[in-house]
């Protein structure tokens, strides 16, 4: 069982950056990582995931602006976000993957990200 403990969030105004954390209990490197949010009201999102070999993917709403990365060595992943927008502000949750095309085997816990205009 993977456990997965996410940290980071904030609350920021718009234009602002924030880094979130997913700490692995065991080692992710066999996983592809990814980060999802989920804003009131809405559904599911997977904004970013890094694969096993490290490629990332980025969701076009969030391109540009966020990067996934991970530390196989410490079993974390973080999502930089930079120039953060209100339609930004959700529950960010980081999951860990058999493959990139497979759903989530395990799942955080979330945390949240709130931006003001």
């Known amino acids: 069982q993977e456990q997965l403990a996410e940290s980071g969030g904030d609350s920021v105004q718009a234009g602002g950056s924030l880094r979130l954390s997913c700490k692995a209990s065991?080692?992710?490197?066999?996983?592809?990582m990814a980060w999802s949010r989920q804003a009131p009201g809405k559904g599911l999102e997977t904004v970013a995931r890094?694969?096993?070999?490290?490629?990332?993917w980025y969701a076009p709403s969030v391109e540009g602006r966020f990067t996934i990365s991970k530390d196989n060595a410490e079993n974390i992943l973080y999502l930089q976000m930079n120039s953060l927008a209100p339609e930004d502000s959700a529950m960010y949750y980081c999951?860990?993957?058999?493959?990139?095309?497979?759903?989530?085997?395990?799942w955080g816990q979330g945390t949240r990200v709130t931006v003001s205009s």
């Open positions: 999951a860990a993957h058999n493959t990139c095309e497979d759903h989530a085997r395990f």
């Open positions: 065991r080692s992710f490197s066999s996983y592809c």
């Open positions: 890094i694969s096993r070999n490290g490629a990332p």
